[in-house]
């Protein structure tokens, strides 16, 4: 109880303010649907004057969705990130783990964001979210070993990941059943099942279902 | 060259006109983003006045864009009504041959509708894309015959119809390369691959692709 623990009294850095204002953004954006949280709300959950939110973003609530949703889209580049060490599946659940999680914290944000036809839905918002998908693609690209995939190997890549989106959508509709382990499991098996089926037609894709059992390590 | 044969002169009724109307608005919404099509542009497709169209469709461009959505959606609806004869598979097939003949032929306009971020995207606009899902995962309950589908089943059609819209949007991406038939033969066989996957967790799964080589008259 030193006066030293009391934040009011510390004056934050741009950056932090920065930060703070998307903090509180985020959270608020992750539970509610965009239409319903006001700058007013941001204000409040960060404890700060509504004209000090507008001085971090002049463009409204449009700007602050938008740069809390880049936020987000980092968090979740994050989510991918995994060594390139061991087996390809268990590394791949590992990623799906953290994922789900994801999903699980933002779940209302998360469903107004993919569901489309939001007030704040833009083709920047669009583009943002398309990067991620992106990124996830780049990723199993690369812990399959493939630099470059031919189009039914990306084919099948993309619309496994879509089917991810689709699945977690689905998830949150149905409060959140069946547990998330099965869920994540489940999309494993997907995984290897649909890069199975592309493998009878694509010899690209049918060494990469014969090098999944192995250990990896590069 | 009987004068009875000039179209121009002969008056329609306000049903025709407004389908008139509406053909011009799809084909040039097949072929452009809906924020490239103006109401001139549609007026002059269909050879009438702009104050003509804005009498049909008095809430502007946005109105026109949900009803030529709407026609689209009904059209959709028609590619999946398949009589209940013959193996599963094969119908299934061929809907898949409707829908993406359908795809085929608005590419540009499936494009911007399903990528979101467009202009003319509300939260009408995707009730009607999500009406169309629901009447896909309808038909196939139905032609799977079952009519209590539970949360496992449902959770691997609807991922597998998105699935299928992201293979079509790639598709078009990819300068509609695989061939349409290889495309459609895949979905088939995902599908297939899929249900396999949940089979091993669900029984009532495992009832249905048991049966999916039966021929089922009923």
Same mark, same amino acid.
């Given at each position: 109880m030193t006066p030293a623990a009391t934040p009011a009294y510390r004056r934050l850095s741009v950056e932090e303010r920065r930060s703070q204002l998307l903090g509180a953004a985020l959270s608020l954006f992750a539970h509610r649907a965009p239409e319903d949280v006001s700058l007013d709300d941001v204000a409040e959950a960060a404890g700060v004057s509504r004209p000090l939110v507008y001085r971090?973003?002049?463009?409204?609530?449009?700007? %602050? =969705?938008?740069? *809390?949703?880049?936020? *987000?889209? &980092?968090?979740? @580049? %994050?989510?991918? !990130? &995994?060594? @390139?060490?061991?087996?390809?599946?268990?590394?791949?659940?590992?990623?799906? !783990?953290? =994922?789900?999680?994801?999903?699980? &914290? #933002?779940?209302?944000?998360?469903?107004?964001?993919?569901?489309?036809?939001?007030?704040? &839905?833009?083709?920047?918002?669009?583009? /943002?979210?398309?990067?991620?998908?992106?990124?996830?693609?780049? #990723? /199993?690209?690369? #812990?399959?070993?493939?630099?470059?995939?031919?189009?039914?190997?990306?084919?099948?890549?993309?619309?496994? /990941?879509?089917?991810?989106? *689709?699945a977690s959508l689905i998830w949150l509709d149905e409060d959140k059943q069946p547990p998330v382990e099965e869920l994540r499991d489940w999309l494993v098996e997907q995984f290897v099942a649909v890069l199975t089926v592309t493998a009878a037609r694509d010899p690209q894709t049918a060494a990469v279902v014969g090098g999944l059992g192995e250990d990896d390590r590069d």
């Open positions: 971090y973003f002049p463009g409204g609530k449009q700007q %602050l =969705y938008e740069a *809390a949703l880049r936020s *987000a889209a &980092e968090e979740l @580049r %994050l989510c991918f !990130d &995994e060594a @390139r060490e061991g087996p390809l599946l268990p590394r791949l659940a590992r990623a799906l !783990d953290r =994922y789900l999680s994801f999903v699980d &914290e #933002h779940d209302t944000g998360f469903s107004a964001l993919l569901q489309g036809g939001s007030v704040v &839905e833009t083709s920047r918002t669009t583009a /943002i979210v398309d990067g991620v998908r992106r990124a996830a693609a780049e #990723h /199993i690209y690369s #812990h399959l070993g493939v630099p470059d995939p031919g189009p039914r190997l990306r084919m099948t890549v993309r619309t496994w /990941i879509t089917a991810v989106e *689709a």
